[in-house]
């Protein structure tokens, strides 16, 4: 399967293993020639197989000037998934450093698969050029 963008750097599973986020480095939106997703989660089979994609976003912007050759773009960083709830049926965090926005993005993913913005927390914003990873 494709991670949908290009530079896979990172990649987590939900503690219980059912699905498999995916940050993309180059995946960010940057023109019509080069965009992918910055973070993509797919499904997991019981074995372990990767399976249909359940969501992808990707990060538009660009960082706040603190160091214009890195942060003209997004570049996400990481994918890091952590249960809402002792027993996962509250769904999961997903947080993802973008290094090119100076931001950590997140998402909440459903158990059935739907990932949006954190609602009340889409982002936490750092210091100019400090790249969060």
Known sequence: CSALGGG?????TTPNRTFV??????GGERS???SGSSLAVYH???DGRIGDLAAALTHKGKGTNGNPARQGEPH????????CGPDHKDGYAVLTPDLGLDQVKQYFLS???????HPGRESVSHAAGSGPR
Do not use: Q
Not at 8 to 12: K, L, M
Not at 78 to 83: N, R, S, T
Not at 111 to 117: A, D, K, R, S, T
């Open 8 to 12: 896979t750097c990172h990649v987590s």
């Open 21 to 26: 986020a995916v940050a993309n480095y180059d």
């Open 32 to 34: 019509e020639k080069r």
């Open 44 to 46: 997991l089979h019981p």
């Open 76 to 83: 996400a960083h990481m994918a890091y998934v952590e249960a």
């Open 111 to 117: 158990p059935n698969g739907v990932l949006l913005p």
